[in-house]
Every structure is written in structure tokens, then in C-alpha cells.
Nanobody, 121 residues
Framework: QVHLVESGGGLVQAGGSLSLSCAAS????????LGWFRQAPGREREFVAA????????YYADAVRGRFSISRDDARNSVYLQMNKLKPEDTAIYYC??????????????WGRGTQVTVSS
């Protein structure tokens, strides 16, 4: 079975930066699109970013484009999210995912348990 484990969440002031990591185990995910979703209290789960196999393409939600950067390291079976210029509205639980790609949660077969990111004003 495949397990995804996020790390790097925490509390940061507005304007600051935070780096998230996600390590997969169970099998290689080199042929999967890897990505990140987030969910804030009272809000629907939303797409954040994705990176395709071999890092051929990257995709970002409009809300984070220019501030966040997604990357992958297939040798480590991992995906990362560098978050800069953080805003209070970025506060959410962040989930790493693996699957077929796209902005819909149903397109991803594997999900981590999530890591909390809190941005103070």
C-alpha cells in the first residue's frame, strides 16, 4: 500500500515563507502526477499545485501563482511545496496527493493525512 506523509507545516507571520515536504512509501510514484490541495475551516478543499511525471509541466491555482513553487525528486519519491509571501488566507491543512493529475480531488488516488499551515496577520 502507498503512504504519503507531509512535513514542514507550522506557524508563520504574513509575508514569511514555509517549505512543505511529502515523502511516499510503498511503491515508486515516478509515473504519477504529484500535487498539493488545501482545506481551510468552512471552505471546500481546493487545488493548490501539481507537477507531472518527469516534471514536464507544473500547474498552480490562481491564488498562489507567483508565490508558491512545486517540485519533485523521484529519487526520493518526494514532492515539495515552497511557499513565499504567505497571507492569512493561506491558512489551511495542506495535503499532498498522487494520481492522474488535474485540479479535481477525484483525479488523485493517494492522499496524505495533511499538515497544518497557519499564517498570522
Amino acid at each position: 500500500q502507498v503512504h504519503l506523509v507531509e512535513s514542514g507545516g507550522g506557524l508563520v507571520q504574513a509575508g514569511g515563507s514555509l517549505s512543505l515536504s511529502c515523502a511516499a512509501s510503498g511503491r515508486t510514484l515516478s509515473n504519477n502526477t504529484l500535487g498539493w490541495f488545501r482545506q481551510a475551516p468552512g471552505r471546500e478543499r481546493e487545488f493548490v499545485a501539481a507537477v507531472t511525471r518527469s516534471a514536464t509541466w507544473t500547474y498552480y491555482a490562481d491564488a498562489v501563482r507567483g508565490r508558491f513553487s512545486i517540485s519533485r525528486d523521484d529519487a526520493r519519491n518526494s514532492v515539495y511545496l515552497q511557499m513565499n509571501k504567505l497571507k492569512p488566507e493561506d491558512t489551511a491543512i495542506y495535503y499532498c496527493v498522487a494520481g492522474w493529475g488535474g485540479s479535481a480531488p477525484s483525479r488523485y488516488d493517494y492522499w496524505g493525512r495533511g499538515t497544518q499551515v497557519t499564517v498570522s496577520s
